[in-house]
């Protein structure tokens, strides 16, 4: 009875101390998924479209990072304000500046906010250009926070931006 008693006693104990061990390393206990682990997904994708835009300067690419009442506050001038003025803005860029090239383009997002179908984003721009194959290339290093908005679809765009 008493090696019964002791095999009880160790086996029991020995439950404890793995009940232990899996309850302080995790094992067993539910994940709480990220509620916005989509929605980051989706606007990393809108990152990749910007980039990939801005370095070929594509009009429509560009005109279709926005949603359709967006608002670029970026722009030289006054701010271009919806889906129409930004395809013209683009479309006039490019036919004034035929040897526009973007040589490097970099959005460092540093945070990002969402609330419902909005985002707020803050971080920073680098880019280099040239404004012809003949002009040396110009650095910018611009603050930027970014107003995106949720489409039906689920995707991303742009909805204010503002460079500083």
Do not use: C
């Amino acid at each position: 009875m008493t090696r019964a008693l002791l095999l009880v006693t160790v086996a029991f104990l020995a439950g404890l101390g793995i009940g232990y061990y899996a309850r302080s390393a995790g094992i067993g206990v539910p994940h709480k998924a990220d509620p916005h682990a989509a929605d980051l997904a989706a606007i990393e994708k809108l990152h990749g479209s910007d980039v990939a835009a801005t370095l070929t300067q594509d009009p429509a690419s560009l005109t279709s990072l926005w949603s359709d009442d967006g608002v670029n506050l970026g722009a030289a001038g006054t701010p271009v304000v919806g889906i129409k003025a930004m395809k013209e803005m683009y479309e006039q860029f490019r036919v004034g500046n035929p040897d526009f090239k973007v040589l490097n383009y970099v959005s460092d997002i540093e945070e990002i906010q969402i609330a419902g179908d909005w985002a707020i984003e803050v971080g920073s721009v680098q880019a280099t250009y040239k404004l012809s194959a003949k002009d040396a290339p110009v650095n910018v290093n611009d603050k930027a926070m970014r107003l995106l908005k949720r489409q039906s679809d689920g995707s991303w765009k742009f909805a204010l931006v503002g460079l500083k």
